[in-house]
């Protein structure tokens, strides 16, 4: 199976060598010649880079659409006619109507990937058009569980779940790096801070997953009567702390939909 890559940025980075462990025919363009040839090097397996993009799409199986979409508008119809396979797509915003108008009445899947796909723990959400079979979703949602866990989801929630799983990182590394500095102001050091917050974190967040309790069960059975836990969060809903998560999560699923056409 020929798995055909566009891009050689960060998400395609982590896309491209997850799955040169398990894959040995995957092929990579970027307009960036030394990226793309810098990725092959990184890689764990046998990635060629294609000379151009008749070459990249040459008997591809899937065909994946992994840069920025600004830059995926520009290039869609650059592809018109010529995806003989199955696309894939994971520019934000641009739904599979959108990309079949481009490309034509083929099979197309939207995917939806997060930043932690570089260690293999994205949280992704996919989506289809009805012109891809069972067998060629199954085999997406293979390639894709390469970098991590992937949620089957209708296309119209992708905005929301682009804020909940894609956006929410850079608020939990300012949630983190926000304790580490409290640490590091009232002493401790900056590196020792942020990792200790950050163990605390994903501990935090293996407790929910593994227990299945709810959040508001553990942050019970974390606070004491008088106690110092119960004094911090008292002073975060003072200070508009949820508020200001609700607020920014709409904002950000607000400038998905301004950006795209979901």
């Given amino acids: 199976m020929k798995i055909s890559v566009l891009g050689a940025g960060n998400m395609s980075s982590a896309i491209v060598k997850a799955l040169s462990k398990t894959y040995d025919d995957i092929h990579i363009y970027d307009k960036e010649t030394s990226a793309a040839r810098h990725l092959k090097r990184a890689a764990a397996g046998n990635v060629k880079v294609a000379a151009d993009y008749d070459e990249l799409l040459l008997d591809a199986d899937f065909f994946i659409i992994a840069v920025k979409p600004?830059?995926?508008?520009?290039?869609?119809?650059?592809?018109?006619?010529?995806?003989?396979?199955?696309?894939?797509?994971?520019?934000?915003?641009?739904?599979?109507?959108?990309?079949?108008?481009?490309?034509?009445?083929?099979?197309?899947?939207?995917?939806?990937?997060?930043?932690?796909?570089?260690?293999?723990?994205?949280?992704?959400?996919?989506?289809?058009?009805?012109?891809?079979?069972?067998?060629?979703?199954?085999?997406?949602?293979?390639?894709?569980?390469?970098?991590?866990?992937?949620?089957?989801?209708?296309?119209?929630?992708?905005?929301?779940?682009?804020?909940?799983?894609?956006?929410?990182?850079?608020?939990?590394?300012?949630?983190?790096?926000?304790?580490?500095?409290?640490?590091?102001?009232?002493?401790?050091?900056?590196?020792?801070?942020?990792?200790?917050?950050?163990?605390?974190?994903?501990?935090?967040?293996?407790?929910?997953?593994?227990?299945?309790?709810?959040?508001?069960?553990?942050?019970?059975?974390?606070?004491?009567p008088a106690g110092t836990t119960i004094e911090g969060l008292c002073k975060l809903s003072e200070l508009g702390f949820e508020n200001a998560v609700v607020r920014a999560f709409e904002a950000c699923v607000n400038k998905d939909k301004s950006i795209g056409d979901n």
């Fill in 70 to 224: 600004a830059v995926c508008r520009s290039l869609l119809s650059s592809f018109a006619g010529k995806v003989k396979g199955v696309a894939v797509s994971i520019a934000a915003g641009i739904t599979t109507d959108t990309l079949g108008s481009y490309l034509g009445e083929i099979p197309i899947i939207r995917v939806m990937p997060n930043i932690n796909a570089q260690i293999g723990e994205s949280v992704s959400a996919i989506c289809r058009n009805d012109r891809v079979s069972d067998a060629d979703f199954e085999k997406a949602k293979t390639i894709f569980s390469q970098i991590g866990s992937i949620n089957e989801l209708d296309e119209k929630f992708f905005p929301i779940f682009s804020t909940l799983a894609s956006c929410s990182p850079a608020f939990t590394y300012l949630y983190i790096d926000s304790l580490a500095r409290a640490a590091q102001k009232l002493g401790m050091s900056k590196r020792e801070s942020i990792n200790i917050a950050a163990k605390a974190v994903a501990g935090s967040a293996k407790m929910l997953l593994y227990t299945d309790r709810h959040p508001h069960d553990m942050i019970d059975s974390v606070c004491s």
